[in-house]
């Protein structure tokens, strides 16, 4: 059974920055996109950024420049690094990953920029 488990995230001041993590654990992985989303309350849940297995990456307008996505292959794990944080940056943030031609989520984690 495939599962994501996210760590990171919390509470940063505007200008700082935090790093989330995502790591799936299973047997038989094979691991295509990987991707972090983020839903902030009252608004739709949105693309941030996403990794090809070739390690392509894409990012959203407005945190280009700002935030990195990469992945260890080796530890089917993703990362986002996330700097100069702003306060409309507050979301829940989510990992996704296609996992055997299936899309898996992580449980989602809090990451609050406020002063």
């Known amino acids: 059974q495939v599962q994501l488990v996210q760590s990171g995230g919390g509470l940063v001041q505007p200008g700082g920055s935090l790093r989330l993590s995502c790591a799936a654990s299973?047997?038989?992985?094979?691991?295509?996109?990987m991707a972090w989303y983020r839903q902030a309350p009252e608004k739709q849940r949105e693309l941030v950024a996403a990794?090809?297995?070739?390690?392509?990456?894409g990012y959203v307008d407005s945190v280009k420049g700002r935030f990195t996505i990469s992945r260890e292959n080796a530890m089917n794990t993703v990362y986002l690094q996330m700097n100069y944080l702003k306060p409309e940056d507050t979301a829940g943030y989510y990992c996704k990953m296609n996992i055997n031609w299936a899309e898996h989520w992580g449980q989602g984690t809090q990451v609050t920029v406020s002063s």
């Open positions: 299973g047997s038989s992985l094979n691991i295509n996109n």
């Open positions: 990794i090809s297995q070739s390690g392509t990456t």
